[in-house]
């Protein structure tokens, strides 16, 4: 048998952090299934749901991890992960919307409430700020679900929202 478990941490980005984290989580036997990686800022946010053995112990697993160098001053969260581990295909991925562009705060929630007036699901969002010689560039990715029959509405508001407001946007159907 095996427990679920939800494994997060957050800490300073560094060059191996996953590799040192897979590697470990292999050697002990656990069994990853959906990862989620992402650098915010300086920061690197990691969180695995997986199949640990019953022989492992939370507390052996966590004191395997925080004895990795590639953790020093890592918030470490290991909790039972109590919803189902793999999706019923609603969460399957259909398009891919790029926004670019300056400053527009509240844009996020606008384009959110876009999306959901059209019941589309955001699967997956990457947001940056970034520095460039101009000034900021704010550059958002969205992933998301939408129904065929609502597609051509859908991207087209989002397309009208962020062109309203002076912004770049592309989409692609994957």
């Not at 295909?89 to 919307?97: E, S, Y």
């Not at 997956?124 to 609502?150: H, N, W």
Request: glycine letters at 8%; proline letters at 3%.
């Amino acid at each position: 048998m095996a427990t679920t478990l939800r494994i997060a941490l957050s800490c300073p980005d560094r060059t191996g952090l996953v590799a040192a984290v897979a590697g470990r989580l292999f050697d002990l036997g656990v069994d990853l299934a959906d990862t989620s990686f992402a650098t915010l800022g300086k920061a690197a946010e990691f969180t695995i749901v997986c199949d640990a053995p019953d022989s492992l112990s939370e507390a052996d697993l966590r004191e395997a991890l925080v004895a990795l160098p590639e953790l020093e001053g890592a918030d470490l969260w290991i909790d039972r992960f109590r919803l189902p581990e793999e999706g019923d295909g609603a969460n399957a991925i259909t398009h891919r919307v790029i926004v670019s562009g300056g400053d527009r705060p509240g844009l996020l929630t606008r384009l959110a409430e876009a999306f959901g007036d059209y019941g589309a699901s955001i699967v997956r969002l990457d947001s940056q700020r970034l520095s460039e010689a101009t000034g900021l560039r704010y550059a958002m990715r969205f992933e998301v679900r939408i129904a065929d029959d609502r597609e051509i509405a859908c991207l087209a508001t989002v397309k009208n929202t962020t062109e309203e407001l002076g912004l770049s946007c592309s989409f692609e159907r994957l």
